[in-house]
């Protein structure tokens, strides 16, 4: 008996079906799914050329933009499937037949998000991921097409920007102005110039003109605009970065010396964020010095180092100090460093320094030198140094863990009990390996003072091994 052969739901496979079943699949199917009677007139409308599958789109796309009525979740959920399909329509049927009509169609379909947001009752997660890979799709498309038709589609562009009343949603624009040849750039910036004074509170224009001049290499211009910006809108750092990286040192070095003064809104991972004077200042101390280097003045750009390091600690900072000495200096240097990490203010940031480096000789020493001024509350700089201390410095190991068990019951934090009881089980096994005359009270002890103070927190001892009972 000959084995029976299954179709598969493939080109194969429908074409055994037959052109009239379907038809007829397709008819009933388009009946009750919008989304798929539109991308099939569509289709139809291409047989009459890309015109009038255009006059189609652009119907739809009329329709919707002048909708008033409100939209609630489930009609959210209705619009994203059929607003994908527009999407689909739009990149894959028109932008098959005229590119560039669907890159014009496809710029006012991205632009109907704003009028749709005034008429939701609530978000819609589905219906914003729509645009979004409208968008991701639009840049690629706009891409492809040759220089004197970007520059055409320049008027929809700006058109789109218009419609972003509030400067929301720029990112979409900044990724095209990366993909736009020079006459679309060059087109845009004219547009844009034009419109920069009219628009002092939002600064969209601006920044766009910047990216513009970037994306050509055009600094200077990118500088003029920079400078018409207020105060509180200017980000001198990333200039200074830019002038860096192009070898402009010393306009960078005016620049990074441009000292932020009270609150400011800058971009930051590509969103706009208010930040006080000090957003940067580390990165920025660091800059100066690497500027400094450049222009051959070596010492001042050590000496910028140095400082930075005696306020912050920062053990990269001092590795970039030690690389940048002659030869055999660095024994001397690293021994005048250890002696300012010693005595900082800071303890907790002095020990995390000698944990880091590692030095845990030193960090012991750092323990047991300020023996009595450890606070429990600040955990998350005891706990790891205790558990980075406890295999050569046990000593050092049990003074920190004792002072985290001991805060964690005397302000009875209960989701902490744990965590002590786990402190407490190292203690125990720590103990034995402690050097003679350590001049700590035995884990008996210890374990009996806790019992004293603390029987009732009940959390813990269930913790603790032994309990309330063990020895």
Do not use: C
Not at 113 to 136: I, M, Q, Y
Not at 182 to 206: H, I
């Amino acid at each position: 008996m000959a084995k029976q052969v299954k179709a598969k739901l493939d080109k194969k496979g429908l074409t055994a079906l037959g052109i009239d079943k379907l038809i007829d699949i397709l008819l009933d199917e388009a009946a009750a799914n919008k989304a798929l009677k539109a991308r099939l007139q569509t289709a139809l409308a291409g047989e009459g050329g890309p015109d009038e599958m255009a006059r189609l789109i652009d119907r739809r796309l009329d329709t919707i933009d002048q909708a008033r009525t409100r939209i609630n979740k489930a009609r959210a959920r209705d619009m994203a499937v059929e607003f994908s399909a527009l999407a689909r329509n739009i990149l894959s049927e028109l932008g098959l037949a005229d590119a560039p009509a669907a890159a014009e169609r496809i710029l006012r379909f991205i632009g109907l998000r704003f009028p749709l947001s005034a008429r939701l009752v609530a978000d819609s997660a589905r219906l914003w991921k729509v645009f979004e890979d409208a968008e991701t799709a639009t840049v690629e498309l706009i891409r492809s097409i040759d220089a004197d038709e970007q520059a055409r589609l320049v008027p929809h562009i700006e058109r789109l920007r218009l419609r972003d009343k509030y400067g929301e949603h720029t990112g979409f624009l900044r990724e095209l102005t990366a993909v736009l040849a020079k006459p679309a750039s060059d087109a845009w910036r004219t547009l844009l110039a034009e419109v920069v004074p009219t628009e002092p509170l939002k600064l969209g224009a601006l920044d766009l003109l910047q990216a513009l001049a970037l994306h050509q290499g055009d600094i200077d211009a990118f500088l003029v605009l920079e400078r018409q910006k207020p105060d509180n809108r200017r980000d001198t750092l990333a200039v200074a970065d830019l002038l860096y990286r192009a070898a402009r040192f010393e306009d960078a070095l005016e620049w990074v010396r441009e000292r932020p003064r009270g609150m400011r809104i800058i971009p930051v991972n590509g969103m706009p964020t208010s930040v006080g004077p000090e957003y940067g200042a580390h990165e920025r101390r660091l800059l100066e010095a690497e500027i400094l280097d450049r222009l051959k003045r070596r010492e001042d750009a050590q000496e910028l180092r140095w400082r930075e390091f005696s306020e912050a600690l920062d053990p990269g900072v001092l590795r970039l100090y030690l690389s940048k000495l002659d030869d055999f200096a660095e024994f001397d240097e690293m021994d005048r460093a250890f002696d300012v990490v010693r005595a900082h203010e800071d303890i907790y940031l002095a020990l995390d320094f000698f944990i880091t480096w590692p030095r845990l000789d030193l960090a012991a020493e750092q323990v047991l030198r300020h023996q009595h001024d450890w606070e429990g509350r600040y955990y998350d700089d005891l706990a790891p140094a205790a558990e980075a201390l406890s295999a050569k410095e046990p000593l050092a190991a049990v003074v920190l863990y004792r002072v985290l068990v001991e805060d964690i019951l005397r302000r009875g934090i209960g989701m902490a009990y744990p965590h002590a009881g786990r402190y407490v089980a190292e203690l125990e096994r720590l103990m034995p390996h402690l050097p003679a005359g350590h001049g700590l009270s035995t884990h008996l002890a210890f374990l009996a003072e806790l019992r004293r103070s603390h029987s009732k927190k009940y959390g813990f001892w269930s913790s603790v091994p032994g309990g309330l009972t063990g020895s």
